[in-house]
T-cell receptor, first 113, second 112 residues
Framework: GAVVSQHPSWVICKSGTSVKIECRSL??????MFWYRQFPKQSLMLMAT?????????EQGVEKDKFLINHASLTLSTLTVTSAHPEDSSFYIC?????????FGSGTRLTVV | SQQGEEDPQALSIQEGENATMNCSYK?????LQWYRQNSGRGLVHLIL?????REKHSGRLRVTLDTSKKSSSLLITASRAADTASYFC????????????FGAGTTVTVRA
């Protein structure tokens, strides 16, 4: 079946540093990838949509310069949290859309200290 | 916002019992999907029901869709401890049908 690999699964970083999260579709080509943010015991909030080779489309209220998204190939998208602050601590999940619908990564727990 | 509401927020049942959760949404949809999320993990797709369908089954799962009431329900029959998870409905709609809007989720605990 369709598999999406997301890593790291967890990361702790110091305030002010940047963190990169990778999302790879392992056995299919993803026409579109999505990045979500999830706070404890809450739903998933869509942050941005990315298509290979084009700029990401950000949802209202999401800072483009803070959350940099690169979708360099049909199998890889990255989310970089720049100049991270404690309020950026959250669970980030990617999703890839291919021929079989949506497949989600296992998520990344980001803690900024 | 299209984001759906789910109820109950939490559900605790005994193994072997059925679990029912509901999802409501605001505007016309193309389809509705249900996902499961184990604690601290990604989402697993359970079932998709299209706007022209009223009921769908997959193993121990039964999903209904009532477009007149803009609501859907997920029934898990003969629950098992492994069904303990959070369950989310997600809708797609209009020309942005590639985007999913998630409900608030129902946390289900199945007691052994």
């Amino acid at each position: 079946g369709a598999v999406v690999s997301q890593h790291p699964s967890w990361v702790i970083c110091k305030s002010g540093t940047s963190v990169k999260i990778e999302c790879r579709s392992l056995d299919f080509q993803a026409t579109t990838m999505f990045w979500y943010r999830q706070f404890p015991k809450q739903s998933l909030m869509l942050m941005a949509t990315s298509n290979e080779g084009s700029k990401a489309t950000y949802e209202q209220g999401v800072e483009k310069d803070k959350f940099l998204i690169n979708h360099a190939s049909l199998t890889l998208s990255t989310l970089t949290v720049t100049s991270a602050h404690p309020e950026d601590s959250s669970f980030y999940i990617c999703s890839a859309r291919g021929g079989r619908g949506y497949t989600f990564g296992s998520g990344t727990r980001l803690t900024v200290v | 916002s299209q984001q759906g509401e789910e109820d109950p927020q939490a559900l605790s049942i005994q193994e072997g019992e059925n679990a029912t959760m509901n999802c409501s949404y605001k505007t016309s949809i193309n389809n509705l999907q249900w996902y499961r999320q184990n604690s601290g993990r990604g989402l697993v797709h359970l079932i998709l029901i299209r706007s022209n369908e009223r009921e769908k089954h997959s193993g121990r799962l039964r999903v209904t869709l009532d477009t007149s009431k803009k609501s859907s329900s997920l029934l898990i029959t003969a629950s098992r401890a492994a069904d303990t998870a959070s369950y989310f409905c997600a809708t797609s709609w209009g020309s942005n049908d590639y985007k999913l809007s998630f409900g608030a989720g129902t946390t289900v605990t199945v007691r052994a």
